[in-house]
């Protein structure tokens, strides 16, 4: 990608205002003698000249290239040096920009904090980031720190696939009945309480919390197996008083339950 210079077509004068006719822009790398292309258009894809000849108005197509920085020198048509000006930096391209939002294009961000929400597309992909993150098929999310997420926000991977980060504390459930919305919860029951089938998949997880002072029983729904943990028994289970159980779904409506449970 490029950048126009500082007008829609560069024009320079002699000493006199009249235009340079003839003469020649020279272009380096900032601090250097090494030439540095400059470019006829947008596209970056056709250098010019190096010097530029510029025409009968003293003027050229003069594209530089995004997030460099050149020296320039200017001299005569019978090259006498008009002047050098060093350090000449562009950078990328910002399409739309205002106190709450900006739009970015093209190129590499690092070393950035965000606050607020990112929203869009991420790197070409159909999957849009919402208040969170969208991981590429090439980039990892190791060690990091994401700060902003309200509970249960989501995180996308390469393919779309969306996976849910969970609560920061286990909120409460009055169901007795297990459902979704229970997932990273706890139900606080005194009476018996059903994990049913066709609602969780592996991974899934939630605790069932007995608040009262007598047994209740955890109940097998039509078609799940509650298994308890480190045997092989399985059937309905039995929550101690005031007992906690762990209940976590392995697939095909197999649950391993763990615990104040018998």
């Known amino acids: 990608m490029t950048v126009l210079a500082q007008q829609p077509k560069a024009q ?21 003698t090494t030439p540095l292309a400059t470019y006829t258009d947008a596209s970056g894809i056709t250098p010019n000249t190096n010097p530029v000849i510029l025409d009968s108005r003293g003027e050229c ?10 020296k320039v020198i200017l001299e005569s048509a019978t090259n006498v040096l008009q002047w050098s000006v060093d350090n000449i930096a562009t950078y990328g391209t910002i399409t739309s920009q205002n106190s709450n939002n900006v739009a970015i294009t093209g190129g590499t961000i690092t070393g950035v904090t965000f606050t607020g929400n990112i929203t869009g597309n991420a790197s070409g992909n159909a999957g849009t980031v919402t208040n969170g993150v969208y991981l590429t098929a090439t980039q990892t999310l190791t060690n990091k720190t994401i700060t902003g997420l309200a509970s249960a926000s989501t995180v996308n991977d390469s393919l779309g696939t969306e996976y ?37 998949v592996a991974g899934n997880e939630f605790l069932v919390v007995n608040s009262s002072a007598v047994a209740v029983t955890l109940t097998q729904g039509a078609g799940t197996t509650l298994r308890l943990g480190g045997t ?31």
Do not use: M
């Open 12 to 32: 320079f004068f002699d000493a006199n205002g009249s235009p340079l006719v003839g003469g020649k822009v020279y272009t380096y790398a900032a601090g250097t």
């Open 61 to 70: 197509n003069l594209w530089f290239s995004t997030a460099t920085s050149y």
């Open 164 to 200: 849910t980060i969970g609560y920061r504390s286990i909120p409460q459930s009055l169901n007795t009945t297990a459902a979704a919305s229970d997932i990273g919860k706890h139900l606080f029951v005194s009476a018996t309480t059903t994990v049913p089938s066709g609602v969780f």
């Open 232 to 262: 092989a028994t399985t059937g309905n289970r039995t929550i101690a008083a005031y007992g906690v159980a762990n209940v976590l779904c392995t697939g095909t409506e197999t649950f391993y339950v763990t615990g104040n449970v018998t």
